[in-house]
């Protein structure tokens, strides 16, 4: 994790997709938690998919699984094979399949039942050696008493993974069951948070399973609900109204209204690490990091600094990463770039003009740097077509749509995003995002000359160099 993001804050992590065509997984059943022993326990089904001609299906490589069983077409124990190759870019996940033959084909029941169960290590003090070196979103972390998991990276629960068009179904309908005998509050996102040791949820659409469950207190304003937050009656307010604020301003400049509540996750952090990071598993943000950077303290003292820009980055990815669908893994990266970008506007909607001017200045040398390898956003297929992800997805992206900004104006620029909101196409849908952008500039001339100055080409930095000086 670095700290250097426009203004200064850590690096965000992976936002949520969803996918038009395809129908979402359900998953239903039961898992059973112990936040004292560390412990998963899971008699889960996994239904309601489209067919996929090539899958994996993709589980947290600490969970070890009883058995696999189909339940339709036919009802029998499966054999099932690791795919080694496949992970997550952050290798959290195991992948599995049923082989067909024993030539490598697959084949894929249209129902299926796991049972599973994991033992992760329990952290809960701040001797150093109790420590892990990094923490990350997709983790699984029990600390203090809870038990943080994302529903994206983590894969606690089996998750179908699209190979021909890359495209992970983390997004699912739920009807789960959680029980955890040493908990106080449960809360798997989409859903009221609970007080009890065991709660059943129905989700109302397909979400992404965050799940926060263990000893916390529950506080419920306007806007926002904040779990282990631990804020005062005021703060809580504060809180409330600097979402609302952000809301407003996101809401009139896409011309969509946030139409979610808001819960923001105090989790904690198992490296001994200063500062945090936060993601979003939309609608909820978690804010991972240790006193002094909890949310309490740091929106105490950051109100209108770096944490507030945290704050908008992650409510824009309710734009780009939960209102515009996106297939495949390139989406995830450029909903980055603009969940940045939206940030940046929202700090200079504050007057924070010269302060974003100097933080586009600063993270410049990150991509000047002669060490980082890309192709630019006109050009990028795949992931491998860079080689430093932080520099690519939080730096290099914002600078390109800044300087776009600069030469087309706030307007067309407001304009041009709006219209990427529209409709289903996905963002890193080349030609949609460049008809898209040729459509609003409305000159042939100008909009080739951006095209190559900024998304194609060798020479793209020399002119983010010139343009953001201007
Ligand atoms: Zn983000």
Not at 94 to 106: L, N
Not at 163 to 187: A, F, G, R, T
Not at 284 to 297: A, H, I, Q, R, Y
Not at 385 to 391: G, I, K, L, M, V
Request: charged share 20%.
């Amino acid at each position: 994790m670095k700290k250097r993001i426009l203004l200064s804050i850590l690096s965000l992590l992976i936002c949520g997709i969803t996918n038009g065509q395809n129908k979402m997984p359900k998953i239903s059943g039961t898992v059973k938690i112990s936040v004292e022993e560390g412990t998963i326990e899971a008699n889960v089904t996994l239904s309601d998919y489209s067919h996929l001609n090539d899958y994996l299906i993709r589980l947290n490589s600490g969970l070890n699984i009883l058995n696999i069983e189909s339940l339709e077409p036919n009802n029998f124990l499966l054999g099932f094979q690791r795919e080694f190759a496949d992970s997550l870019r952050t290798y959290e996940t195991i992948s599995y399949y049923f082989p067909a033959t024993d030539r490598g084909e697959k084949f894929l029941p249209s129902k299926l039942k796991f049972r599973y169960a994991g033992k992760f290590p329990v952290i809960n003090d701040t001797i150093s050696n109790h420590y892990q070196t990094k923490d990350w979103k997709g983790n699984i972390v029990f600390m203090n008493g809870l038990l943080r998991l994302d529903g994206v990276q983590s894969t606690w629960l089996p998750t179908l993974y699209d190979v021909d068009n890359d495209y992970q179904y983390d997004l699912m309908n739920y009807d789960l069951e959680i029980v955890c005998k040493d908990c106080q509050q449960i809360y798997l996102n989409g859903c009221k948070p609970i007080n009890g040791q065991k709660a059943h949820f129905t989700s109302k659409s397909p979400k992404e399973a965050f799940l926060f469950v263990g000893n916390y207190q529950i506080q419920k304003a306007k806007y926002v609900t904040a779990l282990n937050a631990k804020f005062s009656e005021t703060q809580l307010i504060e809180f409330d109204n600097a979402n609302k604020k952000i809301i407003d301003f996101l809401s009139t400049y896409t011309n969509i209204p946030y139409n979610e509540k808001i819960h923001w996750v105090q989790a904690y952090m198992s490296a001994k690490d200063t500062g945090y990071f936060a993601f979003a598993s939309n609608p909820t943000f978690v804010l991972c990091g240790n006193p002094p950077s909890d949310l309490k303290t740091t929106f105490n003292e950051q109100l209108t600094g770096d944490f507030l820009f945290t704050i908008a980055h992650e409510l824009s990815h309710y734009y780009f990463g939960t209102i515009k669908p996106c297939n495949n893994t390139m989406e995830i990266l450029i909903n980055e770039g603009f969940a940045e970008f939206l940030a940046m506007k929202y700090a200079i909607s504050l007057g924070m003009d010269e302060t974003i001017k100097t933080g586009l200045i600063n993270i410049s040398k990150y991509v000047n740097d002669d060490n980082f390898i890309f192709k630019p956003m006109g050009e990028i297929q795949n992931l491998s077509d860079f080689n430093n992800r932080q520099t690519y997805a939080y730096e290099y992206q914002v600078l390109v749509l800044a300087c776009i900004e600069k030469e087309i104006g706030e307007d067309k620029m407001q304009k041009w995003i709006r219209s990427l909101l529209i409709g289903e196409t996905p963002v890193s849908n080349k030609e949609f995002f460049q008809s898209t952008l040729k459509k609003v500039i409305n000159n042939d001339n100008q909009f080739e000359s951006i095209k190559n100055k900024y998304l194609i080409g060798s020479e793209t930095i020399k002119y983010i160099n010139e343009t953001i000086r201007k």
